[in-house]
């Protein structure tokens, strides 16, 4: 009998988090979600809200941790034109710090393996230059292709892509000459 009633002790409290959670999220009030989350520490105290984790969330741009400036670039987008399978491309995206702080790029992201940037790693001053080196390795890679460089540095917003495109012809069988 009395693990019966902790169970359903155990099912209200959780009934009750949970409600009180949803009321939370549906408010848009600071201070109606401060006074509901003092609620369920003191109405439930042994059942913590869920917390959102990696699995379940969007990857989200960590926010610049301080001041922002802005950077423009000559063009965001390059056409290769048509190449043979297995040859490499490289193309520099010229830009400027164009806002009022040092900008620092943090990291560049090709969209796979096959894309690789290369990026200042120490801070542009206001007013400067850089050149961020894109190379695309056809290689495995025949037809058409449209690869992503994500950018991300202390703008807003945070993330900056530049984009390679192209098409690769598919790379025709050696054939062995016997004589």
């Known amino acids: 009998m009395k693990h019966f009633r ?84 490289e193309h520099i995206y010229k830009f400027k710090n164009t806002g009022d702080e040092p900008l620092v790029i943090s990291n560049a992201k090709g969209s796979c393996g096959c894309t690789v940037p290369q990026w200042p790693k120490t801070p542009i001053a206001p007013g400067d230059s850089g050149e961020i080196l894109v190379s695309f390795n056809s290689k495995g890679k025949p037809g058409p292709q449209t690869k992503k460089v994500t950018i991300t540095a202390n703008t807003d917003p945070v993330q900056t892509f530049l984009t390679i495109t192209g098409k690769v012809k598919k790379a025709e069988a050696q054939t062995a000459v016997n004589n």
């Open 6 to 89: 902790i169970q359903i002790l155990t099912l209200l409290a959780f009934a009750l988090v949970s409600s009180l959670f949803i009321a939370c999220q549906n408010e848009s009030s600071d201070d109606t979600r401060a006074l509901a989350r003092e609620s369920l520490a003191t109405a439930a105290p042994q059942a913590a809200p869920a917390q959102p984790t990696a699995a379940n969330q969007p990857a989200q741009p960590a926010a610049p941790a301080g001041p922002t400036t802005t950077m423009s670039f000559g063009e965001n987008t390059f056409d290769f034109g048509e190449i043979d399978e297995g040859e490499k491309v």
